[in-house]
Structures are given as structure tokens and as C-alpha cells.
């Protein structure tokens, strides 16, 4: 159980914009996003299609630029890719086919030509956690939807980032294997400690997972509020029952449905 | 207008830099001939050409027509019955890898000089990627489709002509752009290997005279018999196959 | 054996074609003068095969196939996956290699003549130049196939360009590489025997075309059985590689 107790930031995001074209004419995709994680947090943000929710993370992720603004990880401005701190993880778990489930883990390791006794051993460690060291040498053709981004998991903490970003990662799956997902994925967020900023469209599974929720709008994407989450951890299906969880569901509908 | 008169310029800045080129002696005129030596061949030998070049169409749209029927018919049945299928496809693949033209000999052996030479070799060269491409898009549907349609009553005929066909038919009219550009190249090849007439047989007669004003004019000829083709078939793509012109 | 029906399908054409012309020839069905039956063709294809000459002639089509297929199918590959690679090339370029590739590349063969002679040389740059195209096409497809979000996963975990294209590129690609080396070979083949046989002093094209003009149908007939063997033979060999590196490939 990771007890950080330290108030800094680990992700900083101020003043971020994205503009494609020129000033005048061109698209805003977002403007003026601010928001901070504290070391060890789950964050969500949720909003709705189109609001850029997935742009900002691919900002954040150092796989896009932006024209405003800057992202700072863990004190480090993020200009580009940073494996060495952040884990990323999106709709698609975009295994290489061509690999096994425990050379897929790997394959971050792989590029740092990090020995392959080493690279082994962590993966199965990892795949062990997320529960599929039965599959390790299968190919994500013979896995099912939720074990390839289970294994998109275990690769997206090979590497022990500070940060793990995820862009709609359950988005495609099906309702029940998505539920299980979250809770899985708490757990491992428990067991490994580490920093969760998850995008998603889904009111419920936002609150669910999160300690924060930032609310997003969209055109222009802009954060319109940030929301604390007071529900006790470990979380359990039934939370989502309670009344609370539903005023919190219903005042997040109403700022996305009638945008101010 | 701007645009065609832009083309209009670029392309007589082409011809005036060649003819200089080739007054200047720059550059061997045998190998390149010139703007010039082609207009010449145009005075001397163009209703030659013109004849030569209505056979070679004649010939084209034959097997064209021949090939786009029997093809797509085929490709059709074959393509109706999974089992079928399964075994046709890998023959019409391995006779698509056959390099045909050690055919041409044959053929010509058995049917003479003539245009039913070169028409026989056309619709052989054209029609296995058709009923392949055909057998294919008729394949790939959704069997929903052949279900709905005898849910509605339709007996098998009806199904296979009047459902699966149309629905086939982005990948039919791909077949048939490829089938018709391969049946254009083997019949002018063919005309140049040994004909009696045709574009392929003029320029081929020209080239034994080195007189390659006129093999350039055939050339011209045979790229706007290609070009002309082309048009056609993107428009009946666009008419046809809407999806699929991108 | 329904699993290898398909494999073996084009080979048990084949052998079904043979019996019919057999049948066909024998039974006077067809005029044995015009197509003397199979087993008679086969006889002249075993001599043919003893003959230093003919195995001179086809030695010297596979070398210019040889050499045109090593020239053409990485060039060809090479220049695919870079227009490939980048959308906006491929957008320019895309309409004009469709003409290009529905002109008859016969019709240049006069001046390739003209340019290059009638000797190997010129075989290997016609059949380089009926098949680049072609090959290039492939090559762009594979390029294309390879799914963006595959690409930006790898660069999240930190590859290097030259990463991405080895470990990225260069195995999503396989099959089709293998698809373009195959297409690649069919037509050298096709560019190398259409030159010998417009004008060329030796090769089996040339060979071929002769035994034709002069009716000398069982020759003509086995050198028609013997390439279409070969190349039926190579094609298949390749697609099979092809399919065997498709294992586990399927982006489910």
C-alpha cells in the first residue's frame, strides 16, 4: 500500500492549450486546461465524445504537443515520450501480434536492450499480478478482449512508471468485464501504489475508480469542474447503489448536458 | 479554364525544349525521336494509324466484353457455394501467376495472325482476375444477406443474381479495372509479336525501319487507347461502385 | 485432407488438364497434328531437358529473371513503403501510377531496343521496369496496413525511429513483403520472356516463339508445360511462406 505522503504534484498541467491550423481560422481542441495529481492518486476525467478528453492525455503522454501551456511530471516538463515515467494505455491494447502474451510485457524492456533472463523475470512477475501467467505464452489472437488489455497493463508497468496514464482503456469491452476490469485494476493500483490519471466517457466508472474527477466540455475541450470523491477505499459494487454515488452521477450529467 | 490552358502551356514548353534538343543533336534521335519526326509520321502514315488503331479497339471491347461476361458469371457460381469456392480460388490464383504470354505462341500456332489470336489471348489474360475478384466479393458478404433474401422466398437463383451479385460489386468492378487494364496490354503486346494489323503490328513494323517518328506516334496512340479506357472504367466505378472510387 | 485441399487444388488442375488433352489427343477429338497428346509431349519435354542447347536457353531466361527479381523487388519495396509511409505522397502519386499501370509497357520496347540492344542488359531493364511499378504498389499497401496506433504505442514506450521500423514495420509488414516479392516474381518472368520474345538471339522465350512460327507443336507444347510447372511451383512455394508467417497475425 503506497502511503505517499507527500503534497507535491506528481502531474502539473497548466494553462495547456491545442490548436490546429492558424489563430484565426484554425480548430481549438483545448484551452486553458490546469489540473494536478498528488503522488499516489486516481484521478478520472470525464466528458463527453469529442470533448478532446483523449488529446489532452496524448499531451500529457508526451505523444502530442501542445501550442499552449506546459506538463510537468513529477517536476519534469514533459517535450516528448518519457518511458521512463510514464506508462500508457489506451482503447486499443495495441499488442504486437506477432508476440507472445510475456514478449509483448517485454517489449518496452526489449527497446532498452534490458538482458532477457531480466526481462523474463519481470514480465512473468507482472503477468502474474494481472492474473494471466497461465496465457504468457499465448498470442493475443487466442486472448479474449479484457486478458489483451490486461497484458496491456502488465507492459504499461514493466518499465515502473511514476505515472500511469489510460485513455479509454476499457472502452470496448463488454459491461461486465469492464466492471471487473476496474476493480482489478484498483487492486493493482493498491498492490504497486503509483499515480492513475484515466480518461473516460462513462459517468459511473469515473466516479467509481476515482479519488477526483475533473469534468470536461467540449468545443472548445475546457475543464468545467473538479470534483472530490468521498468514498471510502477499498470500493465495492454496491457504492454505486448508494445515494451519494447517485447525486454525484446526476450533478456531473447536468455539467456535461447543459454546458455553461 | 485556368487549369487546361496551364496544361495547354506546360505541354508546348515540353514540345518546343524537345524539338530544340533534337535540332541541337543533343541527344540521340533514334532512341528519343522528336515533335517534329512525329508530325511528319502523322502526314505520312496517319489514316494507317487511325485504321490500325479502330482494330485494336474492336479487338479490345471483344474480349473485353467477352471477358467481363464469362468472368463475372463464373466468379459468380463459383463464388456462391463455400466448398466451391475453397477450391477454385487457389486455381484461379495459380493461373493468374502463369505468365500467359508463353500461351501467345500456342495460339497463335492454332489460330493464325488474325485478330482472333490477339482476341483469345485478351479474354484469357483478363478473365481469371475477374472470376477471382468476382468469387471473392460474392464470398465476403454477410451471409445475413443470402438469409433475408430466403426468408423473403427467394430460391437460390434469385439470391445468387439478384442479392449477393449487387452487393459484390465494389470488388466486381475492381476486378474488372484489373481484368481490362491486362487485356489491353496482352492484346497490344500480342499485336507487336506478330499480327497482321493493329497498333502493336505498326509500331513494330516502324521500329524494323528505324523510323521512330512513327513508333512514337503508335506509342502516343496506344497511351490514349489506354487513357480513353481508363476514363470509362473510373466512371462506371463512380456509377457503379460508388463506395469504392476514392 | 480437406485442410490441404486448396493447397493442392492448382496441382490437381493441372493434372486434370493433363487427361483431358490426353483424352482430347488420343481419341482424335482433337487433331493430334495441332496438339500431339500429353504423354508424347512429355517425351519431347525429357529430351528437350537432355539437350545442352535447351538447358543453355533456359539457364540464360533464369539468370535474366534472377537479376531483374534481385534489382527490382527491394528497390520496388523500398520506394513503396516510403510513399507509403507518408500520406500525403501517397495522395499525389496515387493517380498517376494507376495510368501508369494500365499503359501497355510493350509498346516501349522499340525503344528499349533501340536504346539498349537486344542482349541481356536489355531484358533485365524491361523486366525492371514492367515490374517496379507494380512491386512499388505492394509495397505502399504494406506500409499502409500497418495501423497507426500500433506505431504510437511503440513511441509511448520509447522507440527510436529506427526502432519503430525494425520492430514495428518490418514484422507487421512480413506477408505483405513476401506478397510483393511474389508479384515481383511473376512478372520479371513475364517482362523477361515477352522481351526474348520480341527480339532476342537465345532464351527460352526466344526459343519458344521460334517453335511456334516454324509449327513444331511438341516442342513448343512441353517448354509451354515446363514454365508453367516452374512457375506455378515458385508461386505456390511463396504463397505458402506467405501464409505461414500469417500465423497468429489477425488483428482480432
Known amino acids: ?260 | 479554364m485556368n487549369r487546361w490552358l496551364r496544361r495547354l502551356l506546360i505541354t508546348a514548353v515540353v514540345v518546343a525544349i524537345w524539338e530544340g534538343v533534337y535540332r541541337a543533336g543533343l541527344l540521340n534521335p533514334i532512341i528519343f525521336s522528336a515533335p517534329s519526326l512525329i508530325a511528319k509520321a502523322v502526314r505520312e502514315d496517319g489514316m494507317t494509324f487511325l485504321s490500325a488503331m479502330r482494330l485494336t479497339m474492336v479487338e479490345i471491347g471483344l474480349a473485353v466484353a467477352i471477358a467481363w461476361i464469362l468472368g463475372v458469371a463464373f466468379g459468380v457460381v463459383a463464388g456462391a457455394s463455400k466448398s466451391l469456392a475453397r477450391v477454385i480460388a487457389p486455381v484461379l490464383s495459380a493461373m493468374i501467376a502463369i505468365p500467359l504470354v508463353i500461351l501467345y505462341p500456342l495460339i497463335l500456332a492454332w489460330l493464325g495472325l488474325g485478330p482472333e489470336s490477339k482476341v483469345v489471348f485478351g479474354v484469357l489474360s483478363g478473365i481469371f482476375p475477374i472470376a477471382l475478384n468476382t468469387l471473392i466479393g460474392v464470398r465476403h458478404l454477410d451471409p445475413g444477406y443470402t438469409r433475408m433474401a430466403q426468408a423473403m422466398g427467394a430460391n437460390r437463383f434469385q439470391v445468387l443474381f439478384l442479392v449477393l451479385a449487387p452487393l459484390a460489386l465494389p470488388a466486381i468492378v475492381a476486378g474488372l479495372r484489373l481484368g481490362t487494364a491486362l487485356i489491353i496490354i496482352a492484346i497490344v503486346l500480342s499485336e507487336m509479336l506478330s499480327s497482321t494489323d493493329g497498333l502493336g503490328f505498326w509500331i513494330s513494323y516502324h521500329r524494323s525501319l528505324f523510323n521512330t517518328g512513327q513508333v512514337y506516334l503508335g506509342i502516343l496512340l496506344a497511351v490514349l487507347v489506354a487513357a480513353i479506357s481508363n476514363i470509362l472504367l473510373s466512371w462506371i466505378e463512380k456509377r457503379f461502385a460508388p463506395a469504392k472510387a476514392a | ?252
Open chain 1, 1 to 260: 500500500m503506497s502511503a505517499e505522503t507527500n503534497m507535491s504534484d506528481m502531474i502539473r498541467v497548466e494553462g495547456l492549450g491545442k490548436r490546429y491550423g492558424d489563430p484565426a481560422t484554425g480548430l481549438t481542441a483545448l484551452t486553458d486546461i490546469a489540473l494536478n495529481v498528488r503522488a499516489g492518486q486516481f484521478v478520472t476525467i470525464v466528458g463527453p465524445s469529442g470533448c478532446g478528453k483523449s488529446t489532452l492525455l496524448q499531451i500529457i503522454a508526451g505523444l502530442v504537443t501542445s501550442t499552449s501551456g506546459e506538463v510537468q511530471i513529477d517536476g519534469r516538463t514533459i517535450v516528448g515520450p518519457s518511458p521512463d515515467i510514464i506508462g500508457v494505455m489506451f482503447q486499443d491494447a495495441w499488442l504486437l501480434p506477432w508476440k507472445t502474451a510475456r514478449e509483448n510485457v517485454e517489449f518496452p524492456l526489449a527497446l532498452r536492450k534490458v538482458p532477457a533472463d531480466q526481462r523474463k523475470e519481470r514480465a512473468m512477475k507482472l503477468l502474474d499480478l494481472v492474473g494471466l501467467t497461465a496465457s504468457a505464452d499465448q498470442y493475443p489472437d487466442q486472448l479474449s478482449g479484457g486478458m489483451r488489455q490486461r497484458v496491456a497493463i502488465a507492459r504499461s508497468l514493466i518499465q515502473k512508471p511514476k505515472v500511469l496514464l489510460m485513455d479509454e482503456p476499457f472502452a470496448a469491452l463488454d459491461e461486465q468485464t469492464r466492471t471487473r476490469m476496474g476493480n482489478e485494476l484498483l487492486q493493482i493500483w493498491q498492490e504497486s501504489g503509483g499515480t492513475v490519471l484515466f480518461v473516460t466517457h462513462g459517468l459511473t466508472e469515473a466516479i467509481y475508480l476515482a479519488d477526483i474527477v475533473y469534468v470536461m466540455g467540449a468545443r472548445p475541450g475546457r475543464i468545467i469542474d473538479r470534483i472530490e470523491v468521498e468514498l471510502p477505499r477499498p470500493r465495492s459494487i454496491d457504492m454505486i447503489g448508494s445515494e451519494y454515488f447517485g447525486r454525484l452521477r446526476n450533478r456531473i450529467w447536468h455539467l456535461i448536458a447543459d454546458p455553461a
Open chain 3, 1 to 252: 485432407m480437406t485442410q490441404l485441399l486448396p493447397r493442392l487444388a492448382p496441382a490437381l488442375f493441372l493434372a486434370l488438364v493433363a487427361l483431358v488433352w490426353e483424352t482430347a489427343s488420343r481419341s482424335g477429338l482433337a487433331d493430334p497434328d495441332v496438339l500431339p497428346p500429353f504423354s508424347h509431349v512429355m517425351g519431347v519435354l525429357w529430351g528437350l531437358v537432355g539437350s545442352a542447347s535447351f538447358r543453355a536457353d533456359l539457364g540464360l531466361t533464369a539468370l535474366e529473371v534472377a537479376v531483374a527479381f534481385v534489382i527490382v523487388v527491394p528497390l520496388g519495396l523500398i520506394a513503396g513503403l516510403y510513399l507509403g509511409e507518408k500520406p500525403q505522397a501517397y495522395r499525389l502519386f496515387s493517380p498517376l501510377l494507376n495510368l501508369l499501370l494500365s499503359v501497355p509497357k510493350s509498346i516501349f520496347l522499340p525503344i528499349f531496343i533501340f536504346a539498349f540492344g537486344i542482349g541481356f542488359g536489355q531484358k533485365v531493364i524491361y523486366a525492371v521496369t514492367l515490374t517496379f511499378f507494380i512491386v512499388m504498389l505492394t509495397g505502399i499497401a504494406a506500409a499502409r496496413s500497418v495501423p497507426a496506433g500500433l506505431v504510437n504505442m511503440a513511441r509511448a514506450f520509447g522507440a527510436s525511429k529506427r526502432q519503430t521500423y525494425l520492430e514495428i514495420y518490418l514484422p507487421a509488414m512480413e506477408p505483405l513483403i513476401i506478397e510483393g516479392a511474389r508479384i515481383g516474381f511473376i512478372y520479371t518472368v513475364t517482362g523477361v520472356l515477352i522481351a526474348e520474345m520480341y527480339g532476342s538471339p537465345r532464351g527460352i522465350g526466344r526459343l519458344m516463339f521460334a517453335w511456334g512460327e516454324s509449327f513444331r507443336m511438341p516442342e513448343l507444347l512441353a517448354s509451354v508445360v515446363l514454365v508453367v510447372i516452374l512457375t506455378v511451383f515458385v508461386n505456390e512455394l511463396l504463397r505458402w511462406l506467405e501464409d505461414s508467417r500469417q500465423t497468429h497475425r489477425s488483428r482480432a
